[in-house]
């Protein structure tokens, strides 16, 4: 195990198999996080770049069966912000408290066209700010439109590269396009961030190893992990979940792998562990998405059970947060935090 850790450490290259016997032992976990650590200070540095999350819808035209937001489930309050009210939230987060991107997150909601979301990236980007959607899948069209506009990245989660397992608990939906809108995002030339759920049912260990080697494939400039969290009013309800060491695992073998990437450390990190992100920032990790949605509508963006309890949205608890940062000796991003591709690899 020690020599597959070196070997990715020095090569930033591993096979499947090789993926998947350090994901099948835990003997080696801890060293497996250090040197994720090493290799995020080595490629990226000690800034950690805080990303303000704004939830601005959670209506979805989407049934996917993890998830609190889908349409089925009648137990939660629908909410879409208007233009202004998205706008002023993106001005408080960069004018007080001093973030550098905006990250717009919502269900599908068909509501916000193509129109609609050019003239509010284009408000948005009057800020001084760099602006990542996160919207689910568009035609290549749009995705051209929201770049020609001034946004800058895009996140589409494959959430898994099994084929069969994603078309069961994502119905009507098809892998093939959600691969060829990652394809799209970064044709356009937006900034492509990715990712997976640890712990589907029936998720194999295999199939991680995959999405793995998948956001290496197509060249992904972000990648975001999280450990699935049974919702009670979904068909998952009563799933066993994802746990934080395996979730933790994937990301640190991700940064091993894709060295110089953006790698978030997850809400539902936190969710399933006391200081989860803390963990993670030690374990490769060097992004945080401070949520930045009033309390009033996040309470209702409920993907998974426990998740609108972080609250980062105030200048105290930035600060505080900020402080937790500088002590596991780190600092804070003071630029926009694109991918910056370093020519080691
Ligand atoms: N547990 C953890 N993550 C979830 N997501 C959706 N539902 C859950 C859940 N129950 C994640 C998906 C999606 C992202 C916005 O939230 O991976 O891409
Ligand atoms: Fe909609 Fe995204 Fe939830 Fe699926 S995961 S139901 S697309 S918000």
Same mark, same amino acid.
């Given at each position: 195990m020690y020599?597959?850790?070196s070997k990715a450490v020095f090569s930033h290259r591993l096979n499947k198999q090789e993926i998947v016997s350090l994901l099948s032992n835990d003997d080696c976990n801890e060293v497996l996080f250090k040197a994720a650590d090493e290799i995020r200070k080595k490629f990226v540095g000690d800034e950690i770049h805080l990303r303000a999350l704004i939830e601005f819808s959670n209506i979805c035209q989407n049934n996917c069966c993890y998830c609190g937001l889908r349409r089925d489930n009648k137990n939660i309050i629908r909410y879409r912000l208007d233009e202004d009210s998205i706008f002023h939230l993106a001005e408080y987060a960069v004018t007080q408290l001093g973030l550098k991107t905006i990250v717009l997150q919502s269900g599908e909601d068909l509501w916000f066209s193509q129109e609609r979301l050019c003239a509010l990236i284009r408000r948005i980007k009057t800020l001084d700010? &760099?602006? @990542?959607?996160? !919207?689910?899948?568009? @035609?290549?069209?749009?995705?051209?439109?929201?770049?020609?506009?001034?946004?800058?990245?895009?996140?589409?989660?494959?959430? @898994? @590269?099994?084929?069969?397992?994603?078309?069961?608990?994502?119905?009507?939906? +098809?892998?093939?396009?959600?691969?060829?809108c990652l394809l799209d995002i970064k044709s356009v030339g937006l900034e492509t961030g990715t990712g997976c759920l640890v712990g589907l049912p029936n998720q194999t260990i295999e199939s991680l190893a995959d999405d793995i080697l998948f956001f290496k494939e197509i060249g992904a400039d972000m990648v975001g992990i999280g450990p699935l969290i049974p919702h009670p009013d979904t068909p998952l309800a009563q799933a066993e979940g994802g746990t934080f060491t395996l979730a933790c695992k994937v990301m640190a073998l991700t940064r091993l792998i894709l060295p110089d990437i953006n790698i978030p450390a997850t809400t539902a990190m936190e969710t399933l562990e006391p200081n989860?992100?803390?963990? &993670?920032?030690?374990?490769?990790?060097?992004? !945080?998405?401070?949520?930045?949605?009033? +309390?009033?509508?996040?309470?209702?963006?409920?993907?998974?059970?426990?998740?609108? +309890?972080?609250?980062?949205?105030s200048c105290d608890a930035l600060v505080s947060f900020k402080q937790k940062l500088i002590s596991i000796g780190r600092t804070i991003g003071q630029d926009y935090g694109a991918h910056k591709k370093s020519a080691e690899i």
């Amino acid at each position: 195990m020690y020599n597959l850790i070196s070997k990715a450490v020095f090569s930033h290259r591993l096979n499947k198999q090789e993926i998947v016997s350090l994901l099948s032992n835990d003997d080696c976990n801890e060293v497996l996080f250090k040197a994720a650590d090493e290799i995020r200070k080595k490629f990226v540095g000690d800034e950690i770049h805080l990303r303000a999350l704004i939830e601005f819808s959670n209506i979805c035209q989407n049934n996917c069966c993890y998830c609190g937001l889908r349409r089925d489930n009648k137990n939660i309050i629908r909410y879409r912000l208007d233009e202004d009210s998205i706008f002023h939230l993106a001005e408080y987060a960069v004018t007080q408290l001093g973030l550098k991107t905006i990250v717009l997150q919502s269900g599908e909601d068909l509501w916000f066209s193509q129109e609609r979301l050019c003239a509010l990236i284009r408000r948005i980007k009057t800020l001084d700010t &760099a602006l @990542t959607l996160s !919207i689910g899948e568009k @035609t290549h069209d749009d995705y051209l439109a929201y770049k020609n506009a001034g946004c800058d990245r895009f996140l589409l989660r494959i959430e @898994t @590269t099994d084929k069969a397992l994603y078309e069961k608990y994502d119905p009507d939906m +098809s892998w093939n396009k959600r691969k060829q809108c990652l394809l799209d995002i970064k044709s356009v030339g937006l900034e492509t961030g990715t990712g997976c759920l640890v712990g589907l049912p029936n998720q194999t260990i295999e199939s991680l190893a995959d999405d793995i080697l998948f956001f290496k494939e197509i060249g992904a400039d972000m990648v975001g992990i999280g450990p699935l969290i049974p919702h009670p009013d979904t068909p998952l309800a009563q799933a066993e979940g994802g746990t934080f060491t395996l979730a933790c695992k994937v990301m640190a073998l991700t940064r091993l792998i894709l060295p110089d990437i953006n790698i978030p450390a997850t809400t539902a990190m936190e969710t399933l562990e006391p200081n989860g992100q803390l963990k &993670a920032l030690q374990s490769g990790a060097n992004v !945080i998405m401070p949520n930045v949605t009033l +309390s009033d509508v996040r309470q209702h963006y409920e993907l998974y059970p426990g998740k609108s +309890s972080t609250n980062l949205a105030s200048c105290d608890a930035l600060v505080s947060f900020k402080q937790k940062l500088i002590s596991i000796g780190r600092t804070i991003g003071q630029d926009y935090g694109a991918h910056k591709k370093s020519a080691e690899i």
